[in-house]
């Protein structure tokens, strides 16, 4: 090159930019790195995997909620609204109902549905209105600056209000991708459920069940049949799922096992003589303390001889002391069975559609409390299947039962 040219330095002897040399102050750029990593600054390590998980579930479960509440909002609000504004104003009723206070947000809404029509956004024409491109807070506004339309339909405005606050966290942190808690999750999905009973959605909504149908369930049942809950023991069933909400209020209670220890050990004495004295029909199928099943059971748990005997001995003679108090002993039966012992289950009004089972079975190593549960939902409307003879897993175990019950002997 000429003398106003630019010199490289020289390389070495093998190819170009081989030399080690760096001159000082030079940063070099050249990493190495393994085949196939990004690199150690942008890898993600299994912890990182299963937060971003967690936060992508919560996220989902929250989504799904908010969506329900929006759809539902916006059809109260076109309902009430529409047949005031749209006579006069035609498909600019909504802007109408906004009016000058709403100027901003309403037609911030009319231009993002303008790009969507462009860009085919636009995917569904039901959608090619400016309601669709309303948010909560808008549709909130909307009621709030026209209630005296929608006062005849809600009893109390401050609890619909109250109820559309809650979402509103829940709201921004979904719509910006931040972290959700397990806490404002559950406080959301409560304040929907509130939500579309005011709103007068379906009745399979209502929160206040012994089982509230939750929204991902109600859209996926049908990949499930009638599980509705998975836990890998008993301690983290109750901690979602106490004792008291199982078996509080029930009409009928089903039980079938070794011991029944979620029900002897969980639930007072006094509340099961106040469920019978209410109407409540309980019966209670425990193993024969004196049959070989149960000495079979101790040496596969590696207990001492004797022990898990005295145990179900224990339980059931606690069961005959609640029997005592009753004025219709009746109402509470207690029998024993001495057959190999297959599963425990909890059978909750399962003569109904709202009926709900516990249900473990009995592993080789594992006592009950570490046992895997399954939460069972009578409600077959949950199980979509094509088949009409599929009705769930509820059936299953309350035939069982049903069946063991009759071989089996009362205990006096």
């Known amino acids: 090159m000429g003398s106003g040219g630019l010199e490289l330095p020289p390389g070495g002897e093998g190819h170009e930019g081989d030399s080690t040399d760096v001159p000082p102050g030079a940063v070099s750029l050249a990493r190495p790195m393994d085949a196939g990593s990004i690199g150690p600054e942008l890898d993600w390590g299994a912890d990182a995997w299963h937060e971003v998980r967690t936060r992508a579930q919560r996220a989902g479960r929250a989504y799904i909620w908010l969506n329900?509440?929006?759809?539902?909002?916006?059809?109260?609000?076109?309902?009430?609204?529409?047949?005031?504004?749209?006579?006069?104003?035609?498909?600019?009723?909504?802007?109408?109902?906004?009016?000058?206070?709403?100027?901003?947000?309403?037609?911030?809404?009319?231009?993002?549905?303008?790009?969507?029509?462009?860009?085919?956004?636009?995917?569904?024409?039901?959608?090619?209105?400016?309601?669709?491109?309303?948010?909560?807070?808008?549709?909130?506004?909307?009621?709030?600056?026209?209630?005296?339309?929608?006062?005849?339909?809600?009893?109390?405005?401050?609890?619909?209000?109250?109820?559309?606050?809650?979402?509103?966290?829940?709201?921004?942190?979904?719509?910006?991708?931040?972290?959700?808690?397990?806490?404002?999750?559950?406080?959301?999905?409560?304040?929907?459920?509130?939500?579309?009973?005011?709103?007068?959605a379906d009745g399979d909504v209502p929160s206040a069940r012994r089982l509230p149908v939750d929204a991902v369930e109600d859209l996926v049942g049908d990949r499930y049949a009638d599980v509705v809950a998975v836990h890998s023991d008993r301690v983290r069933l109750m901690r979602q799922f106490p004792a008291e909400d199982i078996f509080g209020g029930a009409r009928r209670l089903d039980a079938i096992g070794i011991g029944l220890n979620l029900l002897v050990q969980n639930f007072s004495g006094r509340r099961l003589v106040r469920l019978a004295e209410s109407g409540s029909r309980i019966r209670l199928l425990f193993l024969n303390p004196a049959s070989s099943s149960v000495k079979r059971r101790e040496r596969e748990l590696g207990m001492k001889r004797g022990e898990l005997s005295r145990s179900v001995e224990m339980n059931i003679l606690h069961m005959r002391r609640v029997r005592s108090r009753l004025r219709d002993p009746g109402a509470f039966q207690i029998q024993v069975y001495d057959e190999t012992p297959r599963f425990t289950a909890y059978l909750v009004d399962g003569d109904g559609a709202d009926g709900v089972a516990v249900v473990q079975s009995y592993l080789r190593g594992a006592r009950g409390m570490e046992s895997p549960v399954l939460v069972l939902r009578n409600g077959s409307r949950l199980v979509k299947s094509d088949d009409a003879g599929e009705a769930g897993l509820f059936p299953t175990y309350r035939e069982e039962f049903e069946l063991a019950w009759a071989d089996s002997r009362p205990v006096s």
Do not use: I
Request: with cysteine.
């Open 68 to 200: 329900l509440v929006e759809q539902r909002l916006r059809s109260v609000v076109a309902a009430v609204l529409r047949p005031v504004y749209e006579p006069v104003h035609g498909d600019e009723w909504v802007v109408a109902a906004a009016g000058p206070a709403g100027q901003e947000w309403v037609q911030r809404a009319v231009a993002v549905r303008e790009v969507s029509r462009r860009k085919g956004y636009l995917l569904d024409p039901a959608d090619d209105n400016v309601l669709s491109f309303l948010t909560l807070p808008q549709l909130r506004e909307l009621m709030v600056q026209h209630w005296p339309c929608f006062e005849p339909y809600f009893d109390e405005r401050r609890d619909l209000e109250l109820a559309l606050d809650e979402l509103e966290v829940t709201r921004n942190v979904v719509s910006r991708n931040r972290a959700l808690s397990q806490a404002v999750l559950g406080q959301a999905e409560r304040a929907s459920a509130r939500l579309l009973e005011m709103l007068g």
